[in-house]
């Protein structure tokens, strides 16, 4: 119960959300995420080596910037899934989720019951003992997202019944692995990406779920604005910084 999840009220109120995903586990990086304005930041454990306590440093620093801090953790994790909430997230991205049996298991492990199986502890997340802990688990359930990551042609197959059964906070396309997955591996514009990608977010609207577009350029964040998604992830605060020191580079030399 340390922060609001202000994702979660922007994105009922129908209000955009811009978000980052950080590769790089240093809290001033994530800092910059959150003196800069974007709404949330996807810290990633699953490519990135993150010990439990540097996630927490990572997770204090999206909170002293006031951007909403997610964590992506690996897949068929449930004690990563509580580690990342006890240090303090707000939300878990779920890497290759297939069906909804992998929904059903991150959700058990994210909530506290009787919406799941969520250990019961008193550490950061519940102000170590400061607030009610009946009120921390009425608060956490209220607040906490589960974010599945779809990446998978098996998922895109089967993405009707994985929205039906609730319990989902918003979705991630993963258009990477979603390229290797329908065999034209790092082809992020082929049809066959693109055309998963558009059935994700139609099964999103239809099953009235927030739909998190990957807006890394503004001709794409223009598409989907113009079709009503207001959840955007911009790319990864690593590849950004990389792109901008080879243009400071070039630029200096002319």
């Not at 974007?38 to 002293?64: G, K, M, N, S």
């Not at 577009?213 to 990864?236: K, L, N, Q």
Request: charged fraction near 20%.
């Amino acid at each position: 119960m340390l922060h609001p999840n202000r994702v979660r009220q922007k994105l009922a109120s129908g209000t955009p959300v811009h978000g980052l995903f950080c590769s790089v586990p240093a809290p001033v990086l994530v800092e910059m995420i959150g003196w800069d304005g974007y709404d949330f930041v996807v810290i990633d454990t699953e490519h990135t080596l993150v010990d439990p306590q540097h996630l927490e440093d990572l997770i204090r620093a999206a909170e002293a910037t006031g951007v909403t801090p997610f964590v992506r953790v690996p897949p068929n994790d449930p004690g990563a899934i509580l580690r990342a909430l006890d240090a303090g997230a707000l939300g878990i991205v779920v890497p290759h989720i297939r069906t909804r049996a992998d929904v059903d298991a991150a959700i058990d492990a994210a909530y506290y019951a009787p919406a799941g199986t969520r250990s019961l502890g008193g550490g950061r997340a519940a102000r170590f003992g400061l607030i009610d802990p009946i009120e921390h688990l009425r608060w956490a359930n209220a607040e906490i997202m589960v974010i599945p990551l779809i990446e998978d042609a098996e998922a895109i197959d089967a993405i009707d019944d994985i929205l039906a059964g609730g319990g989902i906070g918003m979705v991630l396309p993963g258009p990477a692995d979603l390229s290797q997955s329908y065999g034209v591996p790092w082809q992020l514009r082929h049809d066959l990406v693109r055309g998963a990608v558009e059935r994700l977010h139609a099964a999103c609207i239809a099953h009235d779920v927030s739909f998190c577009a990957i807006a890394r350029t503004p001709e794409r964040y223009s598409y989907w604005r113009g079709i009503g998604v207001h959840a955007f992830c911009c790319g990864d605060a690593s590849n950004l910084a990389a792109a901008a020191l080879r243009r400071s580079l070039i630029d200096l030399r002319g």
